[in-house]
C-alpha cells in the first residue's frame, strides 16, 4: 500500500511562498513552527542588502537564509548557509540550519551528513535527531528513522511534532497498527496542531477508518478543503482494495522536516 500526498495542502497550516519567521534564529526554536509574520520581497531585499554588506554576521546569514526559505527561494538559501556554515565550521546552530535547508532541496545524503555534525552523542539535540528522522525517512531507512525519533523523545517527551513524524514513518513502512496507535498520541497532547491532526487523518484513511477521518479533516479545514479531502481519503480506500497491479500510482508522503 503506497501512502500518498493528496493530503499534503490540510497538513500545511501556512503556506512557505509568503509566510515564515525573520526574528532571531536559534536551536531552541529549530523544531517549533514558523510564525505567521508575513515575509514580503522587500524584506528579503532589505535582509540580503545587508547581508552583503556583512557576511560574516552569523545572525544575519540566519535570518536571510530563513526569509529566502519563507519566500520558496530555497536554492538561494542553500548558497547563502553553505557559505556560513564553511566559515563557521563548528557552530551548531549554522549546520542545523543547513542541514535543513539541503533536505528541502532534496540533496539528502548532504543533509545527513551536515545534521549528524550540528550536535554530539554528548549533548544531542531532539531538534537536530527529529530533523536526521525526517532525513532518514526520506531516503527509505525507516528503521534508522524510527531511532531517531525515539531518540529525541527521550529529551523532548511526547512533543506532537516528533510523535506525528514517528506516526508517518511507521505508515510509510506499511506498519500500521503502530502508526495509529503513535498518531493519537500525537493528538491527544495539548499542543497539537491542526497539522498533527491531519496526519492522523491520513493514516486513518490508510486503515480504510474513513468516517472518522473525515470527522478530522473537517475540525481545522473549510468545506471546501474537507470535501476535497474526503474524496482523497474515499479513492485511498478504493486504491487499498485494488490488485497492486491495478493500483494508481501514487506519491509517498514522508515525515516533515522540523520548521525553524
Known sequence: MALIGLLASACQSRSPE?????????????????SRDVVTRRDVDALGEKYNADQSDVGLALRYAQALRATNQKTQAVAVLQQTALRNAKNPVVLAAYGKALAEVGRLNEAAEVLQNAHTPARPDWRVLSAQGAVADQLGDHVRAQGFYEAALKIQPNDPAILSNLGLSYALAKQLDQAEAVMRNAVAQPRADAR???????????????????????????????????????????????????????RSRAPELPRG
Open 18 to 34: 509568503t509566510t515564515g519567521s525573520i526574528g532571531g534564529f536559534s536551536l531552541k526554536n529549530f523544531g517549533r513552527s514558523p
Open 196 to 250: 498533527v491532526r491531519q496526519n492522523l487523518a491520513l493514516v486513518l484513511g490508510l486503515r480504510g477508518k474513513v468516517a472518522e477521518a473525515e470527522e478530522l479533516t473537517r475540525r481545522d479545514l473549510t468545506p471546501e478543503e474537507a470535501a476535497a479531502n474526503a474524496a482523497s481519503l474515499r479513492a485511498m480506500t478504493a486504491q487499498a482494495g485494488q490488485p497492486k497491479a491495478q493500483r494508481p500510482s501514487a
